[in-house]
């Protein structure tokens, strides 16, 4: 079937946002382009400091400054630069922000929520869960969020309960990502004043206890358009370097209340990998590439959002 040619009033109005999207790009090129001029520039602190903070509050305002200052570079630019000011406690929230923007995992699929929809997603590393909860919600059509110890394990499960639709906990309709919050799946908040965890010696084994008081009645590994999943990075790094098979016998690890907890399948794949704030460690780096190089379908993206508390380390991660 042919289309519709558009009427003289619709051409008029693409001209004019087509018109209106290129000057909202050389405005954005034009004065990126002179703030990161700035930022480079060492001969004056005082100027680079008030460059980052007007490039982040430009960066906040319109995309298209967002897309011209990843262009520019400015994610690299703005990592070196938190190296050496690291105490400026300001100028770090304000380089961070404009990183977040241009690169963040959250930023990406937030505002571009075709990067999971339909699609397979792994977040790894998980903890909360909330990356593979946001990928959820913008309907991904399935998403498997990982971690390693068997009570951030638990935790997470509650974590993805809290966060599902009743029809989605019976299995009844797919999980709705505009539902009204008079249809979530509720899990009991856990009990406790705040100012009891100050004087609480290990605040993880506090929360751990409070949310066994009060943990919900009714859990699931899998629960609608999410699973939860054990995974050792480890597994993929032997595989990845030839040394086991790929359904060699493995552990079954137990959660906090001795409940056996799924784990990853060996053969599976995804289309996308999230993963935040994820490097600790050097070793982190050889593992996390080992995953991406064994999870990632051809074709697929990986997306990565991490602190740089150790530049070689960040740098051995690109070089794997």
């Known amino acids: 079937m042919a289309a519709l040619p558009l009427s003289l009033e619709e051409v008029e109005e693409d001209k004019a946002s087509l018109e209106s999207d290129f000057i909202d790009l050389l405005i954005a090129s ?33 995309e298209s400054f967002v897309v011209e200052a990843r262009q520019a570079g400015a994610v690299d630019l703005l990592t070196s630069l938190l190296k050496k000011y690291s105490d400026d406690e300001e100028l770090v929230q304000r380089a961070c922000s404009i990183i977040t ?5 959250l930023s990406c699929s937030g505002k571009k929520p075709s990067l999971v929809r339909n699609k397979s997603v792994l977040e790894i590393g998980a903890g909360t869960g909330l990356c593979g909860i946001v990928a959820a919600k913008l309907r991904a059509a399935q998403v498997t969020l990982t971690d390693y110890e068997g009570p951030v394990l638990r935790l997470l499960r509650e974590s993805v309960a ?15 990502a505009d539902a009204t919050s008079s249809e979530c799946y509720e899990v009991e908040d856990l009990e406790f004043d705040p100012e009891d965890a100050e004087e609480c010696d290990d605040l993880d084994d506090f929360l ?6 009060s943990r919900s009645q009714t859990l699931y590994w899998d629960l609608d358009n999410m699973r939860v999943r054990h995974m050792d990075w480890t597994d993929d790094l032997v595989r990845f370097q030839g ?41 982190h780096a050889d593992l996390v590439a080992s995953v ?11 997306f990565l959002s991490m602190a740089v508390r150790d530049q070689a380390c960040l740098n051995h991660h690109s070089g794997c």
């Open 162 to 176: 809290a966060n599902a639709s009743c029809a989605a906990a019976i299995g009844s309709c797919p999980l709705d």
């Open 243 to 283: 040394k086991a098979e790929a359904n060699g016998e493995r552990k079954t690890l137990r959660d906090a209340e001795g409940e056996d907890v799924p784990d990853l399948e060996v053969s599976e794949t995804f289309d996308v990998i999230l993963g935040s704030d994820i490097l600790y460690e050097m070793a």
């Open 30 to 62: 034009e004065r990126v382009g002179t703030l990161i001029d700035r930022i480079k520039d060492t001969s004056c602190f005082r100027r680079r400091r008030q460059a980052v903070f007007d490039l982040a509050a430009a960066v906040e305002k319109k």
């Open 208 to 213: 751990l206890s409070a949310g066994k008081e």
């Open 292 to 302: 991406l190089k064994l999870r990632l379908r051809m074709a697929g993206v990986a």
């Open 101 to 105: 923007a241009c690169s963040g995992t």
